[in-house]
Each structure stands twice: as C-alpha cells, then as structure tokens.
C-alpha cells in the first residue's frame, strides 16, 4: 500500500466513484490505491469497500477542512457531486469549489472533475423553447457543473463529460410500465433522436483508465459514452432482451416538464438538449476514446444481459 498512488474517491459508495473504486481494487497490481470517501464509513456499502481493501475516510463536500483532511498525501482524486440529493445549482457549485480548494491544498497530482457540458451556449439567452430554472441555468445539473469547471481550473485536472447512465432504468424508475393491454410504454420528449448513453460502473471504468495513463489527460476534457441509441432502439432492444412488448411514446418537452414528480422540469430540458442538440451533445462524446480507456465498455445489450434481473417492470 505504502508504495502505491493513492486515489482519494469522492462518491465511492455511489455509482460513479462505486465504479473507480471496485476498478482501482480489481487491479491490485495496477499501482493505485483506493482512499473511499463517505459522510458514513459505517455503512454497508462503506464496509463492502473495507473488506475489498480500501482505506475508508469521513468527509463531507460540505465541509472544506474535512475534504483537506481526506485528500492529503492522496495522488489523485476523484471529484463528483449529487445534485439529486439537493436539486440546487449552488450548492453544486459550492461543494464543487471545496473539492477544488482541498485539491490544492494537499497537491493533487491529477484530479478527475465529473462534469457536465453548459446546455446555456447551446441557445441564445432569449431563446423560449424550454424555461429557465433556479433563475439563471436551463439545465441545472449540467450547467452549475460546467460553471463549476473555473474552480479546478489551475489544478492538473481532466474535465471528464459523462453520459446518461443506462441504470437509471432501475435505479431511477425510468424504466417502461405495464399497460393494462400487457404492453410496455415509457415516454420522453426525445423525438427519434438518439440519446448518449453507458453503464455507469464503465465510467468509473474510464475514470480509472485516466488515472493510468495520467499526463496525456492532464489539463483536457474527455467526453465518455457506451452507445449512442434512440428510444425506439432501446425499446426494441428491451423487447427482445426482455421477452416483453416495450413501446416508446414520444412526448413534446412541454408535456414531459408538467408530469409533476420531482425534477420533471430539469428532466424536461435535459431531454430536451438530447433531442434539439443531438449532434453538439453526440460530438462532446466518444467512444472510441471510451473504449481506450476503458477496454470493457459495455454496449446496451451487453449492459442489458448484466442487468436485467434488476429491472423491475411491474
Ligand atoms: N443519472 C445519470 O444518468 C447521470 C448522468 C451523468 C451525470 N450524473 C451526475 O452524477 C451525479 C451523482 O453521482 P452518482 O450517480 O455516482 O451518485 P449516487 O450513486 O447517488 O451516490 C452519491 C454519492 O455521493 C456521495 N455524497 C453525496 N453528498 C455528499 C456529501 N455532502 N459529502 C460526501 N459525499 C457525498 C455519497 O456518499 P455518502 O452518502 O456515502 O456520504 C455517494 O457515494 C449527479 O450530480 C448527477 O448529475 C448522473
């Protein structure tokens, strides 16, 4: 261990750093080690990670001095936020910020900042197509993440864009319901545009390969996605994965932003830029750089095979 690079995993009993963390652990001989950071090492999943060998440390990206604490003598780190925890813009940015200060503070070697592009310079500030939300952002949690990439600016940082996660379909319920007539339907307001998507733990995947090869990615933005599909691709695709009729409604972005659950409107105008912006959003991602660092990159039906028993479609 003494002799190994520590990587200090913000978000490492979540999805994104869960996937850094079992990657770094995976590869004992790979020359990192996993530094875990959680509000609560007495979790399960806090203790998971114990027991597969990593270091688990308390922080909190509400808490600047904490953060300095668990980033020092570390290598690298793993920097995420959960904007679904707060649905806020600001604090985004806030904790944004103190993983950035505690990064120069204890002289990160190479920091990895989760991000999101600025859906705002996709359209002009006057464009009505879509409302803006918490005053000043179209689509929150992408736009407070790119505004948050000025406090990494200055530090060895790779802005890595992530993609949608195919796991929301368990994870967030966004999988299709059961009709009455047995038929599956979801709706989005995707048009037949295609969505970039990925397995999340492939990101952490990804975000491990970036560590490994260091320096080429030191100072760059890398876009990572698995496959780029509409949902007519994804239905079909679950039909035949699934043994189920999946149809796909295709709803204007007005519709989908009035369904009234929590972060209807900022799902609304994410979706929104997907389909309006399909070739900028397509473009920001790669997936052939995808697969070179990440070799195992999963495709839809490869995620779906993994995944399956965890759909739950009642
Ligand atoms: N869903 C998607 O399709 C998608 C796509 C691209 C980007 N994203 C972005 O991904 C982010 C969420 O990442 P995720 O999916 O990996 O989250 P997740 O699975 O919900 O896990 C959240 C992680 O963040 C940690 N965390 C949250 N607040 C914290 C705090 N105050 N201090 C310390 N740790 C804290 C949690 O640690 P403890 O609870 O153990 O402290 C947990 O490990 C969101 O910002 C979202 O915008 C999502």
Known sequence: MADKKVIAVVGATGAQGGGLARAILADPNGGFACRAITRDPNKDKAKDLTGKGAEVVKADLDDVDTLKKAFAGAYGAYCVTNFWEHFSGEKEKAQAKNMADAARTAGIKHVIWSTL????????????????????YRVPHFDAKAEANAYFAGLPVTYLVTSFYWDNLYAFGMGPKKGDDGVYRWAFPMGNRRLAGIAVEDIGKAAYGIFKVGQLYLNRTVG???????????SEKLSKGLNIPVKYNAVEADVYRGFGFPGADELGNMFQVYRDFEKEVVAARDVDVTRSLNPSVQTFDQWLARNKSKISLA
């Open 224 to 234: 990572i996605v698995g496959e780029n599909l509409t949902f007519d691709e994804m």
């Open 117 to 136: 592009e600025d859906t705002r310079k996709l359209m002009t500030a006057n464009d009505t197509r879509m409302p803006m939300l918490q005053e000043k």
